[in-house]
C-alpha cells in the first residue's frame, strides 16, 4: 500500500497580497501609513516614526505638524491621540503636480470599528507628503 502526501488546494482569494511601485504616489502613502502604524503600535512615538517623518514628509509639512501638536496634543500624522488598528488607502484625485490620496483609519473592536478620514497630498516631483487633513464628505 502507497501513501502519497496531499497538499490541499489554496484558495488564491484568500491569501493576503500586497504590491506597489516606488513610482506611484498613492502607493507611497500607504507604504508611509503602513509602515508608521508599525512603528507607533511597536515603540510608540519613538525614533523610527520620526526617521519614517523625515523620509516620507516635506520639511514644511513636518513643521506644521509639530506647530498643530503642540497645539492639539495628538498625532498630526492620525490627527488622533491613539493609533488606529489598520487603514486603507485609495486614490483621491490628482492635479498641477499634486496627488490626493483618500486614508481611512479604522479605530475600535472589529465588531464595532470606526472610521476616520484624512486627505494626503503628494509632490509628483519628489513623492513626498505636502500635506495631511481631514478629509471632506462621504468615503469614496
Same mark, same amino acid.
Given at each position: ?10 484558495? #488564491?482569494? $484568500?491569501?493576503? +497580497? ?9 502607493? %507611497? &502613502?500607504?507604504?508611509?501609513? *503602513? ?36 497645539? #492639539?496634543? $495628538?498625532?498630526? +500624522? ?9 487603514? %486603507? &488607502?485609495?486614490?483621491?484625485? *490628482? ?46
Amino acid at each position: 500500500m502507497s501513501t502519497s502526501a496531499t497538499t490541499p488546494a489554496t484558495d #488564491e482569494a $484568500a491569501v493576503p +497580497v500586497r504590491s506597489g511601485s516606488t513610482e506611484s504616489a498613492v502607493d %507611497r &502613502v500607504a507604504d508611509f501609513y *503602513g509602515s508608521y502604524l508599525d512603528a507607533v503600535h511597536d515603540e510608540g512615538r519613538g525614533k523610527l516614526a520620526e526617521a519614517l517623518r523625515a523620509h516620507y514628509l516635506t520639511a514644511e509639512l513636518q513643521a506644521r505638524l509639530d506647530h498643530w501638536e503642540r497645539q #492639539e496634543h $495628538a498625532d498630526g +500624522v492620525l490627527r488622533a491621540k491613539d493609533a488606529p488598528r489598520a487603514w %486603507r &488607502v485609495t486614490y483621491n484625485d *490628482g492635479a498641477m503636480g499634486r496627488a490626493w490620496s483618500r486614508v481611512r483609519l479604522t479605530w475600535g473592536s472589529p465588531d464595532h470599528p470606526s472610521h476616520t478620514q484624512l486627505l494626503v497630498t503628494s509632490d509628483l516631483d519628489t513623492l513626498r507628503i505636502s500635506d495631511i487633513q481631514p478629509a471632506p464628505g462621504p468615503e469614496r
